[in-house]
């Protein structure tokens, strides 16, 4: 374990997301105006369609999941950091369908949402940044 980040000082944001925005890219857009480069976000709504990974550790690769219906959020949780200096989000999402049957995983791009919220936890005057560490094939926190 090793102790990355520690401030006193937050920033709050609060987001609402329109029908048919990708959730995940108007999280980097939104960091990328603010130049926030620390922070944690947390949400709820639904998705028209989403795209998630799923991390095989054996292999080390990412293997995409496609869900081509409608599902609402139960657990939407990321983290802001950067990469080479630019905006990294990386966030997990919990999905329900009307069957109450439950998908999870990394959320990807082109996540396209009916509706949904968040608040991003900004951590002001802080830079998180990430590497690949080739132990795991994950780009962690350095």
Partial sequence: MSLI?????????????NEGEDIF??????????NIRAGFFFGLGSFKK????YFNQQ???YEEIEINKEVEITSLV????????E????CHVNVGDRDSKVYGGHLL??????????IIIEIPD????RRYDPKTGLRSFK
């Fill in 5 to 17: 980040a520690s401030s006193s000082n937050i920033k709050v944001h609060v987001i609402k997301f």
């Fill in 25 to 34: 890219e108007q999280i980097r857009i939104i960091s990328k105006n603010n």
């Fill in 50 to 53: 989403l795209k998630l990974a």
């Fill in 59 to 61: 292999d080390k690769k």
């Fill in 78 to 85: 990321g983290n802001i950091s950067l990469e080479s200096n």
């Fill in 87 to 90: 905006i990294f989000i990386h």
């Fill in 109 to 118: 791009p082109e996540s396209i949402t009916f509706a949904g919220e968040a």
């Fill in 126 to 129: 802080t830079n998180l940044e």
